[in-house]
């Protein structure tokens, strides 16, 4: 089934970010590690096949809340990211890829309706997103401004360009930029009162869920532009929300969220 296919593509994970490569592009470093936002590892890049991740590590799935679940590597892998399934009535959304897709996940997505997108926050979250997009047959949405980090181009990619698209269901996708050009969140409004934030790394909460930063590059501890900050500052306010969800389990956050952003974009003078 789906394991043999995907071994028939000859695809290889880069250990430190999880991206796909097919083999013949996979050779000393990672594009995606060598932009000066990620890392090469000092001893070198370290490549490995899909087939030997699934004897090591699974897929966990977490339920949040109803129709709204989290998927995550264990034990971690590569960056470290969980990818989020959000189920709607016109159709299921999975906002950022894992690395790694085993029968099981495959057999719950499906069990739950599929997929009808999968839409992306920024490059250090592709991963091996065509494969993702080939088993459940949908559209992959990037926006246009990160088309150059996209290492390998297939048949489902769409480039989305402006500040903002519809989807369905009242979900949208908005282009935030900072970290990337392209950095987009996805507002999905029935997850909360006042809507739900998915964000990616475009904004980071702290560990103590008193502070937001936003950065160029968070492993390197590169700041952006105070005019910058700015510039994401009033696009943040533009957007109504009271619900956010980062990259990792442990940055969920339910209340006092605009009052929390507000105070962080207020201590950067």
């Keep these: 089934m789906y394991i043999k296919s995907y071994a028939e593509k000859e695809v290889k994970l880069c250990a430190t970010c999880g991206t796909a490569y097919p083999t013949n592009m996979a050779s000393t470093t990672c594009m995606i590690c060598l932009d000066e936002r ?11 096949p899909h087939s030997e991740l699934l004897k090591t590590h699974s897929v ?18 590569a960056i470290g990211q969980r990818a989020l399934l959000v189920l ?13 897709l085993d029968e099981l996940t ?14 992306f926050s920024h490059p250090h979250f592709y991963s091996n997103m065509n494969e993702w997009a080939d088993i459940f047959d949908c559209p992959i949405l990037i926006h246009k401004n990160d088309a150059e980090h996209i290492m390998v ?17 009242g979900m949208k996708l908005y282009l935030i930029g900072g970290h990337f050009a392209g950095s987009s969140i996805l507002h999905v409004p029935h997850l ?25 590059s968070s492993p390197n501890r590169m700041p952006l532009p105070l005019s910058e900050i700015r510039r994401i500052q009033n696009r943040f306010e533009q957007i109504t929300f009271d ?13 006092n969220v ?12």
């Design 153 to 169: 181009k297939e048949k489902h990619l769409i480039l989305w360009e402006g500040d903002e698209l519809e989807l369905w269901d």
């Design 106 to 119: 495959i057999e719950f997505i499906k069990a739950k309706g599929g997929l009808k997108a999968i839409a």
């Design 192 to 216: 909360s009162k006042k809507g739900a934030i998915l964000c990616g790394d475009t904004l980071y909460l702290s560990p103590n869920k008193q502070h937001f930063s936003v950065v160029w």
């Design 60 to 77: 966990k799935l977490n339920r949040i809340q109803e129709n709204f679940y989290e998927l995550i590597i264990n034990p971690k892998f």
């Design 258 to 269: 605009k009052e929390i952003l507000k105070k962080s974009f207020d201590r950067y003078k």
């Design 88 to 100: 709607s009535e016109h159709g299921n959304i999975l906002w950022d890829c894992i690395p790694l």
């Design 38 to 48: 990620q890392w090469v590892p000092q001893n070198g890049q370290i490549w490995i």
């Design 243 to 255: 619900t956010f969800y980062g990259f990792v389990s442990i940055q969920n956050l339910t209340k």
